[in-house]
């Protein structure tokens, strides 16, 4: 995990502002000299996300799509097994009945122990949550949609708010 400091802004602004000499050579390390008692680090590309101790945002999100992925596997292999092993189909439609999809790895390791047709099940189930993560989910398409998505949200919210305002002085001005 990539941590950084945050200099106040008057401090960066001076660090940034100060252009070297064309003669004089510098080396590349002269920007994280210590200068005052504020942090030496201006390099940072990231927020800080507090109350994530335990993992960043990133990998809190990558834990959810975990067990989503366990989650479309399940429905394309029962998806699967529904037009050509309907005794397959039926056993795992009950197994899932008394057992929570909410982990992934904990569903997939008691119906490998449930028996040996089930463990062929979970085996099955475990490569296809693989090859639907690393070759069929499309991640690119994941960015835009959720950065789409964000901006709408936004766009939407701000405009009601200034509907909602402009509408309350105009009523309060009369």
């Known amino acids: 995990m990539e941590s950084c400091t945050i ?3 008057s401090r960066s602004l001076s660090l940034l502002s100060r252009k070297p000499d064309r003669d004089e050579a510098r080396p590349a390390s002269w920007l994280f000299k210590r200068r005052s008692s504020h942090p030496a680090r201006i390099r940072c590309h990231k927020m800080y996300v507090p109350g994530f101790g335990e993992a960043s945002p990133e990998k809190k999100a990558a834990n959810h799509l975990h067990k989503f992925f366990t989650y479309i596997a399940v429905r394309i292999v029962s998806a699967q097994l529904e037009s050509y092993n309907r005794e397959a189909y039926e056993e795992l439609a009950e197994f899932l009945s008394r057992h929570s999809l909410n ?3 904990k569903f997939c390791a008691d119906l490998m122990r449930e ?5 062929s099940l979970a085996l099955r189930i475990l490569e296809v ?3 639907y993560c690393k070759q069929d989910f499309e991640w ?7 950065s789409k998505l964000m901006d709408e949200a936004n766009t939407r919210l701000m405009r009601e708010y200034v509907l909602e305002t402009s509408h309350a002085e105009t009523e309060s001005g009369k």
Do not use: M, W
């Open 129 to 131: 949550r693989s090859a």
């Open 115 to 119: 028996s040996s047709r089930h463990q």
């Open 140 to 146: 690119d398409n994941l960015k835009r949609v959720a």
């Open 103 to 105: 982990d992934g790895d």
């Open 7 to 9: 200099l106040p802004f």
